[in-house]
Nanobody, 126 residues
Framework: QLQLVESGGGLVQPGGSLRLSCATSGSTLDGYGIAWFRQAPGKEREGVAC????????NYADSVKGRFTISRDTVKNMMYLQMNSLKPEDTAVYYC???????????????????WGQGTQGTVSS
């Protein structure tokens, strides 16, 4: 059973950067589509970015396009989210997720993904 553990969250000033990591165990990431979601207080969990199992397809939420980059390392069985030009509205708990069909849907929906990490807090504040 695939297990996911996020790290790399923290406090950063507006305009700064954070790099989130997601370590896997129990299985390799081969064949899995992967994604990052976030959930701010009082809001629903939203898809931020995804990447297909081949790495050929990526999708991003409009709110993060041009600022966030999702990537995967198939050798290390890791996934990453590089977040630049951060804004206070990016403050949320960030979750990594994986789905067994290998896809990356344009609409990054919670219901598509089978495996979830516990989350890591990212706070953008001066």
């Amino acid at each position: 059973q695939l297990q996911l553990v996020e790290s790399g969250g923290g406090l950063v000033q507006p305009g700064g950067s954070l790099r989130l990591s997601c370590a896997t165990s129990g299985s390799t990431l081969d064949g899995y589509g992967i994604a990052w979601f976030r959930q701010a207080p009082g809001k629903e969990r939203e898809g931020v970015a995804c990447i297909s199992s081949s790495g050929a397809s990526t999708n991003y939420a409009d709110s993060v396009k041009g600022r966030f980059t999702i990537s995967r390392d198939t050798v290390k069985n890791m996934m990453y989210l590089q977040m630049n030009s951060l804004k206070p509205e990016d403050t949320a708990v960030y979750y990594c997720a994986a789905e067994h069909l290998g896809g990356c849907p344009p609409s990054i929906g919670v219901q598509t993904f089978d495996y979830w990490g516990q989350g890591t807090q990212g706070t953008v504040s001066s």
